[in-house]
């Protein structure tokens, strides 16, 4: 598929003007990469001073760094954060030590669940953005990278072993989709 040229170019009636688009994209990812921040602290509250902990710190610190991204493009841009971000808040943590008290291999696999949606995503949305948007695409791009790195050591430390593996991440992808579309949204 070519890259478009202009972010929005080819847009029908109905669909996102840029603005709204980039606006939404920036949104979404900044409350992904909260959300994330929030899952690797419940883990690490859980799992501090296990062999896994070393792994889970390197992740964390590489989702801090995204999300100072996206907080200077909301400066930049002017775009409102997700009226959600109290529920990421919550709900991140909350998965991120319930995992971890299942164990690290299922802490592994919530990351490779996480991580599998967001790659999908990411992909998504470069996509839709064009020549014009270039900087933006090529940030997404090297997060998409950073984060199927994160699945990559997720699944080298086991995460396939983890108990009841496709329940486990079926319903951590479903409810990372959802939270995708609530955060564009809301």
Not at 66 to 95: I, Y
Not at 125 to 132: I, M, P, R, V, Y
């Amino acid at each position: 598929m070519s890259e478009p040229t202009e972010t929005a170019g080819d847009r029908l009636p109905g669909d996102l003007t840029k603005e709204a688009l980039i606006q939404r994209i920036i949104r979404v990812d900044h409350a992904g990469e909260f959300g994330a921040k929030r899952i690797y602290e419940g883990q690490l509250a859980v799992l501090r001073g296990k062999p896994e902990a070393a792994t889970i710190e390197h992740m964390y610190a590489q989702e801090l760094e995204h999300l100072k991204v996206f907080e200077a493009l909301m400066v930049e841009r002017r775009v409102r954060p997700s009226a959600l971000n109290p529920v990421w808040s919550a709900a991140g943590f909350a998965l991120g030590a319930a995992t971890a008290l299942l164990g690290p291999k299922a802490a592994m696999a919530c990351t490779v669940a996480v991580e599998e949606v967001i790659d999908e995503h990411y992909r998504v949305q470069s996509e839709k953005l064009g020549a014009d948007e270039a900087p933006l695409k090529a940030r997404i791009d090297k997060f998409r990278a950073d984060e199927m790195a994160h699945r990559d050591a997720g699944l080298e430390h086991g995460a396939e072993q983890a108990p009841a593996y496709p329940l486990l991440t079926g319903a951590i992808k479903a409810g990372s989709r959802l939270a995708i579309w609530l955060a564009e949204r809301v």
